[in-house]
């Protein structure tokens, strides 16, 4: 069987590879236990609890500019790789075959698995940097990727469930501050064509990152690294950003990250990895961000709009604090050129151009029928935008919210207001929430804190007070508890992970290793196989299903696959141990 291709594109039309990981809060356990926990919990489900992951091909220290920064050199909790980890081979594009792969001895297999697991819905759990953290497997739509990270959520959710369960006080929150001078991140990646300009890339992007938390963010109580006093402001992230561009994560941390580590064919991609942006318990504001970041990124792949480059600003971290304390909506930001626009502009310009771009390409972005703050998101989370029926409603959301936005400054800017506009918006919505409650408790600022920690935290029943406020509630968008269950058995049918996903559920017990483009697959020979996924538009259900439904082991869906003739599966050869380096492959 020949290398499974990327599926035909409707005219025009750019699909994007997107995913998000989450770093969760977590207070009275160890995220240790809490990582164990899930997977127990996952075998409760009655699902494979997960196999460990494969680190090949991972290089966190290569950056984006064009240079590899010396280990010895960076911060230790950017080495997020295993040492002599990466493949030997790398994926020969337009080819597929497996890899010899040396068994790994007890010891060696053992230090290599850690905490992080590839579970059946093809994403990867794991500690980081003192925090559970999860990672969504590929998507090609908003909505896909927000169920599978809404999926995520219930799954640490069930995790911390169990401990609880056991007497351990285990508590996790969907944020990204502990109040106490830390940050831990949400992760946007999207996978954008190699032939963009990385410089170009950046300064189209810089704005909208600036600007975009007028519509995304999640809100936050208190300013600055320690949070010592109440004052609210539009993002939890503002105030931890330290540059425009750069490698780090948690240390000088950027708007726009320069690892250069694509988990594809690095000839055609590059992986674009954002760390700027919130932590959402409303669903639509996941939907809505990597809604619109992608469709920004699809207008880039045919070059930068002159309207976007006059879009530079003068300053953008020390703007991004600006916008961020900006409840009013009443300021201005200066420009490289000297002009001044308001946030509220410069979006209203992300927009202007990507709904020309798509109507001077043909592509179909048809407007909702119904509200268009109300959107179905359970309809397009499959991942394939039918027609454009996902685009239009997301340029609907986004122009629907400006909209709101505008009228919210025209109410003379007081979203804490009940009756005033945008209450969709999560950080509007939180606002509101808290100033209710400050005038129940005059100067009770720890009662405030408590509120906007208790806002974000998850059980198996959902996210805290966010969904006990009615625009939580309906933010939701139809992900209902029936399609975040599938989710976490069932990977996104329109991206590699399918193949990951169902090859771990229905052969855990032959599957070694599984990681973003390779997976390591016992055949019963005296080495294992090592199975290429460069392609992350192949080996989708369409594709792949073929090949795994019926098969009776992983060398019948390898055969199918491949083409190759490998015998069928038979117990591990006795002794076959031998030397390998810390990723299995053979010397």
């Not at 995220?31 to 926990?37: F, G, L, Q, S, T």
């Not at 792949?301 to 600006?322: N, S, Y």
């Not at 005033?420 to 405030?448: C, M, S």
Request: hydrophobic letters at 40%.
């Amino acid at each position: 069987m020949a290398a499974p291709t990327s599926p035909p594109r409707a005219a025009g039309r750019e699909v994007t590879v997107m995913g998000m990981e989450t770093e969760y809060g977590i207070l009275g356990a160890e995220p240790e236990d809490v990582v164990a926990a899930c997977l127990e919990a996952e075998t409760e489900q009655g699902r494979c609890p997960g196999v460990r992951w494969d680190y090949s091909g991972e290089y966190p220290l290569r950056d984006a500019r064009g240079f590899e920064v010396d280990r010895a050199a960076v911060d230790p909790s950017m080495l997020t790789d295993v040492p002599g980890g990466a493949s030997v081979e790398g994926p020969v594009p337009g080819r597929l075959r497996t890899t010899v792969v040396a068994r790994l001895t007890a010891q060696e297999e053992a230090w290599q698995r850690g905490t992080a697991t590839c579970p059946a819905s093809g994403g990867r759990l794991y500690v980081d940097h003192g925090h559970p953290e999860y990672a969504t497997p590929e998507c090609t739509g908003a909505a896909q990727a927000t169920l599978a990270d809404r999926a995520g959520d219930l799954l640490v959710a069930r995790g911390a469930e169990l401990l609880r369960r056991r007497g351990v006080p285990a508590r996790l929150f969907k944020n990204n501050v502990d109040g106490k001078g830390a940050t831990y991140g949400t992760h946007e990646n999207y996978l954008v064509p190699r032939a963009i300009d990385f410089d170009d890339l950046t300064q189209a992007l810089v704005p909208l990152l600036v600007v975009r938390p007028l519509l995304v963010g999640s809100g936050r109580v208190g300013t600055g690294a320690v949070s010592t006093d109440t004052t609210f402001q539009i993002s939890q992230r503002a105030d931890y950003l330290e540059k425009v561009v750069g490698l780090g994560t948690t240390v000088d941390r950027p708007l726009v990250n320069t690892r250069d580590e694509p988990h594809a064919d690095p000839e055609r991609w590059r992986r674009l990895h954002l760390v700027a942006g919130d932590a959402s318990s409303f669903d639509t504001m996941t939907w809505l961000k990597l809604g619109m970041t992608s469709l920004v990124l699809q207008v880039l792949a045919d070059g930068v709009p002159e309207a976007w480059r006059r879009l530079r600003l003068a300053d953008p971290v020390a703007q991004a604090r600006e916008v961020s304390r900006d409840t009013r909506l009443h300021g201005a930001l200066e420009l490289a050129d000297g002009r001044r626009l308001s946030a509220l502009e410069i979006l209203e310009h992300y927009l202007d151009t990507v709904r020309s771009h798509l109507g001077d390409r043909g592509r179909p972005a048809p407007a909702p029928a119904g509200d268009p703050l109300g959107p179905n998101l359970a309809a397009p989370a499959d991942g394939a935008d039918a027609d454009g029926v996902e685009t239009g409603a997301v340029l609907a959301f986004w122009q629907a919210s400006l909209r709101e936005l505008e009228a919210l400054r025209a109410h003379d800017g007081d979203p804490a207001d009940p009756d005033a506009p945008a209450g969709h918006l999560e950080w509007v919505a939180k606002q509101r929430l808290l100033d209710a409650t400050a005038r129940r408790h005059p100067g009770a600022g720890d009662v405030l804190h408590a509120v906007d920690l208790a806002w974000s935290e998850l059980s198996p029943a959902g996210r805290g007070l966010a969904e006990r406020v009615p625009a939580g509630a309906a933010a939701r968008g139809g992900l209902d508890d029936h399609l975040l269950e599938a989710a976490l058995g069932e990977p996104p049918a329109t991206t590699r992970a399918w193949l990951r996903g169902r090859l771990v559920g229905a052969f855990p017990g032959q599957v070694v290793a599984a990681g973003w483009h390779s997976m390591v697959l016992e055949t019963g020979e005296k080495d294992q196989r090592r199975l290429p996924l460069t392609d992350p538009l192949s080996f989708t259900r369409t594709a792949a299903s073929p090949a795994v439904e019926g098969a009776a082991d992983v060398v019948e869906v390898l055969n199918r696959l491949t083409g190759e003739s490998l015998d069928r599966l038979a117990p591990p050869p006795a002794g076959a141990t031998r030397t390998a380096t810390p990723s299995g492959e053979q010397t």
